[in-house]
């Protein structure tokens, strides 16, 4: 079955630092998302994209929140700036659509810990 | 305010007993529904989900939901769990027009043999 893929699978960062976490959709996948989840919270949304554009974004997803699709493959989140409450499992996201009728698959997870 | 709940925050069952998660959500409009389970050390991935028509979903390894739209609710059920389940498990609705799916707090579910 195919698979959303994740890398890093853990990272350490100082706090202020840049990361970037990668992630590769499904292949004929169109809507990409990602998500997190703080130790002991629930799963948050954080942006959805399509089209090479954010389609939806929380409130969560402030200007320290970058997502980009450099490649034909490759889907980032970037933090410009982390903070210690950035520490969470950030998980990747794609559908074929973003309508109704599709499910959306998820990664293995990406844990940040920033010191 | 869009809201999901998930009543029960910690189950223990032994082997066999039957399962019956509670969820229910705070929405305007039409939703989807989905239930999605975390094994230990895994990915998220989709129990079963409802978009339309018969209100009761049925889903991977037995597990089935129902969907109450007056009580505004969605619970998983299954009638003899197993070791196997032991998992976290994720109620989640989406807004029929929106793209974000809006997670419960999960319920942690340990079936003791």
């Known amino acids: 079955e195919p698979e959303v893929t994740q890398t890093p699978s853990h990272q350490v960062t100082q706090m202020g630092q840049e990361v970037i976490l990668r992630c590769v959709p499904i292949s004929n996948h169109l809507y990409f998302y990602w998500y997190r989840q703080i130790l002991g919270q629930k799963v948050e949304f954080l942006v959805s994209f399509y089209n090479n554009e954010i389609s939806e974004k929380s409130e969560i997803f402030d200007d320290q929140f970058s997502v980009e699709r450099p490649d034909g493959s490759n889907f980032t989140l970037k933090i410009r700036s982390t903070k210690l409450e950035d520490s969470a499992m950030y998980f990747c996201?794609?559908?074929?659509?973003?309508?109704?009728?599709?499910?959306?698959?998820f990664g293995e997870g990406s844990w940040l810990t920033v010191v | 305010a869009q809201s999901v709940s998930q009543h029960n925050h910690h189950v223990i069952l032994s082997e066999a007993a039957s399962l019956e998660l509670g969820c229910n959500y705070s929405?305007?409009?039409?939703?989807?529904l989905f239930w999605y389970v975390q094994y230990p050390g895994q990915h998220l991935q989709l129990l079963l989900k409802y978009f339309s028509g018969d209100p009761l979903v049925k889903g991977i390894k037995g597990f089935e939901a129902e969907f109450i739209k007056s009580k505004f609710s969605f619970n998983l059920r299954k009638p003899s769990v197993q070791w196997s389940d032991t998992a976290e498990y994720f109620c989640?609705?989406?807004?029929?027009?929106?793209?974000?799916?809006?997670f419960g707090k999960g319920t942690s579910l340990l079936v003791t043999p």
């Open positions: 996201a794609s559908s074929e659509a973003g309508n109704s009728g599709n499910t959306i698959y």
């Open positions: 989640a609705v989406k807004s029929n027009s929106g793209y974000a799916l809006n």
């Open positions: 929405y305007g409009g039409t939703v989807n």
